[in-house]
């Protein structure tokens, strides 16, 4: 048994130190890569700690929680709010078709399905407010996307605030990574809404969804709106076919014709909990 010792310390050093560069790195900017090829460490961590000793324990414990909080943001899909991928350099739509406009001391997007409440959420006053342990800011995409839903379709007047504090007490908020995919059906059904979601991938889809009376949840992968994850609404179709969003984080993109396709090619590749696209309406009584 106590050969034992001298190669248990040696292999807990060993898995301290391989690829610790490299792995920081996956950690940050690969959650989905740092599970995979972490998972044969995983193992022998765990087999180093059933030979017994507090130290190995105590490691593997470690281990876990780190695995654990990547496996947190990946179900999320890591939305962080930032400089989208690819930037555009198109116009501004017509003012007929779309505008931001002040009523009753709201900023409302016109030419819609809906006319839809806008909030976006770097606004100074509460971007520093917070979600979680997060900030609204940087992380709370979700609940300002849903805020913009509930307040638009309902009589409810909520603000992404009101939302994130929502969204964290029952259980939505993902730490350092945005929220959990389940945002879009929890939080609608809390308000008297359905978000059923759209699993045919064509621009005919989207369209008939929104001009169903539907507004429409969006989660983005890296491209025009977002270099990592990101909700938006889709709330309109012009007479050419383009699509009118509402980005909480951008009003100028809010502002701006999108060809559907564009929107299909840059939804994020999760399929969780209905993702990528749910159309919001409201529930059958």
């Given amino acids: 048994m106590k050969r034992k010792k001298p190669f248990l310390w040696l292999l807990l050093l060993a898995v301290l130190c391989i690829g610790g560069v490299e792995l920081w790195a996956c950690y940050h900017f690969a959650p989905s890569l740092f599970l995979q090829i972490t998972r044969p460490v995983r193992q022998c961590i765990q087999a180093a700690a059933s030979l017994g000793g507090q130290a190995a324990d105590g490691i593997s414990a470690w281990w876990e929680e ?120 929890g939080l609608s059904a809390a308000y008297g809404l359905t978000a059923a979601p759209i699993k045919e991938r064509t621009p005919e889809a989207l369209q008939e969804a929104l001009l169903s009376g539907n507004l429409v949840v969006a989660l983005m992968g890296p491209g025009h709106f977002t270099s990592a994850g990101h909700f938006i609404l889709l709330r309109g179709v012009t007479l050419s076919g383009a699509l009118l969003v509402a980005d909480p984080n951008s009003t100028e993109r809010s502002l701006m014709e999108w060809a559907p396709q564009l929107i299909l090619d840059e939804l994020s590749a999760s399929t969780s909990n209905g993702a990528p696209l749910w159309a919001i309406s409201h529930s059958e009584p």
Avoid: F
């Fill in 66 to 185: 780190l695995v654990a909080e990547k496996e947190t943001l990946t179900e999320a899909d890591m939305q962080i709010a930032g400089d989208p991928a690819i930037h555009t350099d198109m116009p501004l739509s017509d003012p007929a078709l779309t505008e931001l406009k002040s009523a009753a001391g709201r900023d409302i997007l016109t030419g819609g399905t809906v006319e839809v409440v806008y909030y976006n959420q770097s606004d100074e006053v509460w971007a520093d407010q917070p979600y979680g342990t997060d900030d609204i800011g940087r992380y709370g995409c979700g609940p300002t996307a849903m805020a913009m839903v509930v307040a638009s379709l309902t009589a409810h007047d909520i603000d992404p605030a009101q939302m994130a504090e929502r969204a964290y007490e029952d259980g939505y908020w993902a730490k350092r990574s945005g929220s959990y995919l389940s945002i879009v059906k």
